[in-house]
């Protein structure tokens, strides 16, 4: 039995199946399919990233605000 007839016989309808699952899953067909699921994360993950930048990068800037005003006093102290 060669390669070629080995795959038609176990393997082509084997590979079929879990083509016919995998898209399945990735279809709405009434329900919400894994890549609606998918693109709902992905969406979310990038919601939450801007946010989390909108309050991060501020208290940052407002921290080395205060660290700056910190050292000149301390600095203007010690002359």
Known sequence: MGESEQYKD??????????????R?????????FQSKLNRHDLFIKKMTRIVYAIAIPMIALSLDALRDILVVVFAHTK
């Open 25 to 33: 899953l990735y279809v709405d067909n009434g329900n919400e399919s």
């Open 10 to 23: 176990v393997c082509k309808g084997e590979f079929e199946k879990i083509n016919h699952k995998l898209d």
